[in-house]
């Protein structure tokens, strides 16, 4: 069995791989690149994937060790939580659709990791 510890890790990594990602593209489309223009779209598609990936395999892991099982009524904490990680994976795409989004997405980015931790250290409800 894999401890909380380790899973903890694996959510972190995660949680970085697509922060980072999303600042990449988010500043690139914001000095005016594109699709077309990015050296490293490539890269950061990947890296973006595995870490939706890689979070959502941490957190999973951290529900079972909190003893919360799958099937039962989750609490509103955890539905918040997977409320942010869909918006993180589709908002991926925004700055290079809409250009004029990427400065303020490079901002709201850290504010909804911020509320993701506050979510899962104080669990509210």
Not at 58 to 83: E, N, Q, S
């Amino acid at each position: 069995m894999i401890p909380y510890i380790t899973y903890r890790f694996i959510h972190f990594v995660g949680i970085f791989l697509v922060l980072v990602s999303l600042g990449g593209v988010a500043l690139h489309a914001a000095n005016q690149g594109t699709k077309q223009s990015s050296r490293t779209r490539k890269l950061t598609a990947i890296t973006h994937g595995i870490g939706m990936f890689v979070v959502l395999l941490g957190g999973f892991g951290l529900l079972a060790r909190l003893g919360i099982a799958h099937g039962t009524d989750w609490p509103g904490w955890v539905w918040t939580k997977l409320g942010i990680w869909v918006v993180l994976g589709v908002v991926v795409i925004l700055p290079y659709r809409r250009p004029e989004l990427a400065r303020p997405l490079f901002l709201t980015v850290p504010l909804l990791a911020v509320l993701a931790a506050y979510m899962a250290i104080f669990k509210p409800f």
